[in-house]
């Protein structure tokens, strides 16, 4: 005898397939995302940063919940691979999406911007940190935002920014940071720049004298003996020879010649002392800004 299929199994048996299929190809999204993840952490901790970075990316072409979290990882590895360019691109790319204002990733977008030497972007961002936050990261921006300003040799506002970090201080151990920050302001801005061109000019008028501004003084005075020495020899063959006297052309081309080599020499020395000394200028400064918490 022959049975009969009710009908009501049957779109039992129809609907638990389509719910197996569904399920079976949601698990392989699931288990890709996890992972990608642990790959992530592998790489990571074998300082594989960029690599590491662009795995992530994978998961970020879906606008998810876990979309912040995600983006704020990979710029950070990209900073740490020494591609902030890359850290910016992905953080504004995620900052323009709608009605996505997180401070934590305009900081490190900030962040990025240092790393490029952009101080000017750097302070503006993080400006608008400190002043839409009121946790502990607009601390951290207004001081941060006064580093930049210090790199720029912006003195009066890195001081406004230092003194908008110290109303938000809620620490000891801040407030003794502050002030440390502070001397480490003061003292830099006191520190003279020295320039090419003045050293040059102070050379083209009295040779050795630009060496003497640049600090160098016994190559200043020996600069002026030499020149004097062989302008004068110069001199005493002209008017001892007149026109034609070999003695004093010689010594007349050698004193043109080191003239010249001195304004130039001049110009160079203070453009060393002056990276010398913003090279010096910039570590302390990041030494400081570091101890008090800055990135």
């Known amino acids: 005898m022959n049975s009969v299929v009710s009908p009501l199994f049957v779109a039992r048996m129809i609907i638990t397939m389509v719910c197996a299929v569904f399920s079976a190809a949601a698990q392989p999204s699931v288990m890709s995302e996890d992972r990608v993840i642990g790959f992530v952490d592998y790489l990571e901790q074998l300082g594989e940063y960029r690599r590491a970075a662009n795995e992530l990316q994978r998961l970020l072409v879906n606008d998810g919940p876990a979309s912040d979290t995600l983006t704020l990882r990979a710029g950070s590895l990209f900073i740490r691979a020494d591609a902030p360019e890359l ?8 900052l323009t999406s709608p ?3 997180s401070m934590q990733l305009r900081y490190l977008l900030a962040h990025a911007l240092y790393r490029q030497r952009r101080y000017s972007d750097a302070a503006m ?14 601390y951290s921006a207004s001081l941060f935002s006064s580093l930049c300003r210090a790199e720029q040799r912006s003195w009066s506002d890195a001081r406004s920014d230092l003194q908008r970090a110290g109303m938000l201080a809620v620490t000891d151990e801040q407030r003794t940071a502050i002030g440390a920050l502070r001397t480490v302001i ?12 003045v050293a040059g000019l102070l050379s083209g008028i009295v040779p050795g004298l630009g060496k003497v501004y640049t600090g160098h003084t016994v190559d200043g005075v020996l600069s002026f003996l030499t020149i004097a020495g062989f302008g004068y020899a110069a001199y005493d063959g002209f ?11 010689v010594f007349g081309c050698l ?10 020499g001049s110009a160079l020395s203070a453009s060393i002392v002056r990276d010398e000394a913003t090279r010096q200028l910039q570590m302390r400064l990041r030494t400081a800004f570091s101890i008090a918490g800055v990135p």
């Open 87 to 94: 850290a910016e691109l992905i953080l504004r790319r995620r």
């Open 99 to 101: 009605a996505q204002s």
């Open 125 to 138: 961002e993080l400006g608008t940190v400190a002043v839409a936050d009121s946790s502990q990261l607009s």
């Open 186 to 197: 003061d003292e830099s801005s006191g520190i003279p720049q020295k320039s090419p061109f």
């Open 239 to 249: 008017a001892t020879d007149g026109s034609s006297s070999v003695r004093g052309w």
């Open 255 to 264: 004193a043109s010649g080191l003239y010249l080599g001195n304004i130039y």
